[in-house]
């Protein structure tokens, strides 16, 4: 699953991502772009200021200049790719796009958004866009972000905007409560390295906040037709020893599994995506399930684990999967760590200079970056 099309859609209005602000929005309304669902076309339909189209849509620019729109990710984290998505803009697409991204702090004043470009850095350099299509762009080299700024040239439509990469949760924030966690959650850093099969639905779909809302709200396998079962591999956002697994079978009525199990591993920080190089420990023997159901399993504390394997006999559907336990040591080590070395060079400082007033001396460690989580601080520390 090397396709950054695999990784969590960080911008994704199911885990909470807004557009909150554009420069124009004429034809068709920015609270299009993050839609989770396909954008679609009706003919005929039009409204008082002309064709309706399921996207954003800015009017004819007859002046210097660009469009653009300001996006507040779902959850915070580090680019990977970006799909601008232009189905059913024929005529009326941009003929360019480029990216900014921003790190910006909930409790921050979101003028900075606006007033300075200061905040920005530019993650895509102005690229070429085709219409009806969903253009797809790596992104490498990014930082830890919380807000995109998408730039369209000179004007136009995008029906969808897709951000793909990996969640960078503020562990402070989280870990300061001292209480369970659900290890697994997408907005924890959870997330699926692979899967027997998607036929139906998104595995990713296990671990979203929230309450299913529909069967196609999970994930759904293919009938299987032969031996073997079904199974979905999960990387925890953080290393943990796991206190209950609640499995939920909600929708799932006629293709429930028949039953399920769970296996476990600790990956330490080697190879933690290299499945096959993966050694599993049975944690729930093969259980019966029921079809639209919240199941819970309690387990005592004994070992950490950072790879979850839940296996469906021989298919059909679940809901959703949490994992609730408490981070180890290491853990939370790996998860701070990791923060740290995601966030951008302004940030970093600011982080080191809490520990201490040098200047220079903030500099240097964060240049040092990264850190491993087993590995020694610069000498200068």
């Known amino acids: 699953m090397s396709d950054f099309t695999n990784l969590v859609d960080l911008a994704s209005e199911r885990l909470g991502g807004k557009v909150i602000a554009a420069n124009d929005e004429f034809f068709a309304s920015r609270k299009n772009l993050l839609k989770n669902s396909k954008p679609i076309y009706i003919e005929g339909k039009y409204t008082n200021r002309g064709k309706w189209m399921d996207g954003w849509e800015t009017r004819r620019r007859r002046t210097p200049g660009h469009d653009w729109c ?42 900075k958004l606006f007033v300075s470009d200061a905040s920005w850095a530019e993650i895509l350099s102005r690229s070429a866009v085709k219409g009806d299509r969903e253009n797809q762009f790596a992104i490498t080299g990014a930082r830890r972000c919380t807000h995109l700024r998408l730039k369209i040239y000179p004007d136009g439509g995008v029906a969808r905007l897709r951000v793909f990469g990996q969640v960078v949760p503020d562990w402070r924030k989280i870990l300061d409560k001292n209480d369970s966690v659900d290890l697994a959650a997408v907005e924890n850093g959870g997330r699926i390295i692979d899967c027997s099969d998607k036929f139906y639905s998104a595995p990713q779909n296990l671990l979203m906040p929230g309450k299913s809302t529909h069967m196609g709200d999970g994930w759904e396998t293919k009938r299987r ?16 020893e796991i206190q209950q697994i609640r499995v939920d079978t909600s929708h799932f009525k006629g293709n429930f599994p028949e039953s399920c199990s769970v296996e476990v591993c600790d990956a330490g920080e080697a190879n933690q995506d290299h499945v096959e190089q993966l050694t599993w420990r049975e944690l729930l023997p093969r259980t019966k399930l029921a079809a639209n159901k919240l199941h819970t399993f309690k387990f005592k504390s004994s070992s950490q684990v950072t790879h979850l394997r839940l296996n469906i006999y021989p298919d059909g559907g679940i809901a959703r999967i949490r994992v609730y336990g408490k981070p180890t040591q290491e853990g939370r080590r790996s998860g701070m760590l990791a923060w740290f070395n995601a966030l951008s060079n302004a940030d ?21 970056r990264p850190f491993a989580p087993q590995g020694r601080l610069p000498a200068e520390a």
């Open 225 to 240: 037709r032969g031996p073997g079962y079904d199974w979905a591999i999960i990387r925890l956002g953080i290393a943990g």
């Open 70 to 111: 300001i996006v507040r990710l779902g959850a915070p984290g580090v680019i990977h790719g970006v799909i601008v998505d232009t189905s059913f803009f024929t005529g009326n697409y941009p003929e360019a796009c480029s990216l900014e991204a921003c790190s910006i702090e909930e409790s921050a004043n979101a003028k």
């Open 348 to 368: 970093a400082e600011d982080i080191m200079i809490d520990c201490c007033a040098s200047r220079a001396w903030a500099k240097k460690m964060v240049t040092a």
